[in-house]
């Protein structure tokens, strides 16, 4: 049996969340955690507008869910240890045969950081597929959604700090990350950066995903961060996975025409450099959840993906709470793609 992942810009049947519940997702203070209830619920109402929305949310948290959310998504309570989808969810795919299933990874913290947590969320995959009545597609590989991004037609794009980490994968190499994401996703054209942003590769990072560095709006198209301050680490990083990119090659052999996607001018925060990307948005039908970080930028950058999404309303969320937790807009949701009517 052989799947494809289909593109984010494709019909959606709904996305799918986790309630933030606890930990360093919550923080110290009740100020803190309201920082991350209110940012998740932004999203989560967001979407909400556009398609359905099923937040999981731990039995603990339950209340504090309802309250912010009301009537505006279903909620399913499930034990969490976090609140990053993208990650923890399992990746929707279809069958030869136009059937929906889903890819359960293996999830081991981002590779056994010391401060994660994955007892309970190693399961959220299994779960998500039950809850959405697909088939499941278990695979071997340690992987997460948020390191990976495709175009529908064979593109996959994946950094080697993440799918040939050590403490995810020991012992693999690209070919047979390759071949295993041939056999789940469909993936036939593979591009392989070489690390992700200088946040990203740090004690509370991920090791580098992709979904803070480019992603695919279009067949043949790619929105690239570009750190435009010689200052920031980042501005050398972006230098040199544009380069990548503008060496490689789309399904059909063509070069990819690429799209810079500007950082904000903000390039610190209390912990040091920041990450912020605004390539970390979440498409849905009929919109764009986008990042936004009261900053100058963000009014360039709503108007580049207004472009690369045409027929789609942008709608920019303050993700600054989000980023200082680890992630952004497209770290927490999983959208789930709407099966062609036969």
Same mark, same amino acid.
């Given at each position: 049996?052989?799947?494809?992942?289909?593109?984010?810009?494709?019909?959606?049947?709904?996305?799918?969340?986790?309630?933030?519940?606890?930990?360093?997702?919550?923080?110290?203070?009740?100020?803190?955690?309201?920082?991350?209830?209110?940012?998740?619920?932004?999203?989560?109402?967001?979407?909400?507008?556009?398609?359905? =929305?099923?937040?999981?949310?731990?039995?603990?948290?339950?209340?504090?869910?309802?309250?912010?959310?009301?009537?505006?998504?279903?909620?399913?309570?499930?034990?969490?240890?976090?609140?990053?989808?993208?990650?923890?969810?399992?990746?929707?795919?279809?069958?030869?045969?136009?059937?929906?299933?889903?890819?359960?990874?293996?999830?081991?913290?981002?590779?056994?950081?010391?401060?994660?947590?994955?007892?309970?969320?190693?399961?959220?995959?299994?779960?998500?597929?039950?809850?959405?009545?697909?088939?499941?597609?278990?695979?071997?590989?340690?992987?997460?959604?948020?390191?990976?991004?495709?175009?529908?037609?064979?593109?996959?794009?994946?950094?080697?700090? =993440?799918?040939?980490?050590?403490?995810?994968?020991?012992?693999?190499?690209?070919?047979?990350?390759?071949?295993?994401?041939?056999?789940?996703?469909?993936?036939?054209?593979?591009?392989?950066?070489?690390?992700?942003?200088?946040?990203?590769?740090?004690?509370?990072?991920?090791?580098?995903?992709?979904?803070?560095?480019?992603?695919?709006?279009?067949?043949?198209?790619?929105?690239?961060?570009?750190?435009?301050?010689?200052?920031?680490?980042?501005?050398?990083?972006?230098?040199?996975?544009?380069?990548?990119?503008?060496?490689?090659?789309?399904?059909?052999?063509?070069?990819?025409?690429? =799209?810079?996607?500007?950082?904000?001018?903000?390039?610190?925060?209390?912990?040091?450099?920041?990450?912020?990307?605004? =390539?970390?948005?979440?498409?849905?039908?009929?919109?764009?959840?986008?990042?936004?970080?009261?900053?100058?930028?963000?009014?360039?950058?709503?108007?580049?993906?207004?472009?690369?999404?045409?027929?789609?309303?942008?709608?920019?969320?303050?993700?600054?709470?989000?980023?200082?937790?680890?992630?952004?807009?497209?770290?927490?949701?999983?959208?789930?793609?709407?099966?062609?009517?036969?």
């Amino acid at each position: 049996m052989t799947f494809r992942m289909p593109a984010e810009t494709d019909p959606q049947e709904r996305v799918w969340m986790a309630f933030p519940t606890a930990g360093y997702m919550l923080g110290e203070t009740d100020a803190e955690a309201e920082e991350a209830f209110a940012a998740w619920s932004a999203v989560a109402l967001a979407v909400a507008e556009f398609e359905p =929305v099923t937040v999981l949310v731990d039995p603990s948290a339950r209340t504090e869910a309802r309250d912010r959310l009301g009537e505006a998504v279903e909620l399913v309570e499930y034990p969490l240890d976090d609140a990053w989808m993208r990650d923890i969810g399992p990746t929707f795919v279809f069958d030869e045969h136009g059937a929906p299933a889903a890819v359960d990874w293996v999830f081991n913290g981002w590779g056994q950081q010391e401060w994660a947590r994955w007892g309970r969320d190693q399961h959220v995959g299994a779960e998500v597929a039950r809850l959405a009545g697909v088939s499941l597609v278990d695979s071997p590989l340690v992987n997460e959604g948020g390191g990976i991004h495709v175009d529908g037609l064979g593109t996959v794009l994946l950094t080697e700090t =993440v799918q040939l980490d050590p403490y995810r994968n020991p012992g693999h190499t690209k070919e047979s990350v390759e071949a295993e994401l041939a056999r789940t996703i469909g993936a036939s054209n593979p591009i392989w950066l070489p690390r992700g942003l200088t946040r990203d590769a740090q004690r509370f990072g991920t090791r580098g995903h992709v979904d803070i560095l480019a992603t695919i709006p279009e067949p043949g198209t790619l929105l690239v961060h570009a750190q435009r301050d010689p200052g920031h680490p980042d501005h050398r990083i972006s230098h040199d996975i544009r380069e990548r990119l503008e060496a490689a090659r789309t399904p059909d052999g063509d070069p990819w025409r690429i =799209v810079d996607l500007p950082a904000p001018e903000v390039l610190r925060d209390a912990e040091g450099w920041v990450d912020y990307s605004y =390539v970390n948005h979440l498409v849905v039908n009929g919109a764009v959840i986008a990042c936004s970080f009261a900053d100058p930028v963000d009014a360039e950058a709503a108007a580049i993906l207004a472009e690369a999404y045409p027929g789609r309303q942008v709608v920019g969320i303050d993700a600054r709470a989000i980023f200082a937790r680890g992630g952004g807009i497209h770290c927490i949701t999983q959208q789930q793609p709407r099966r062609a009517a036969p």
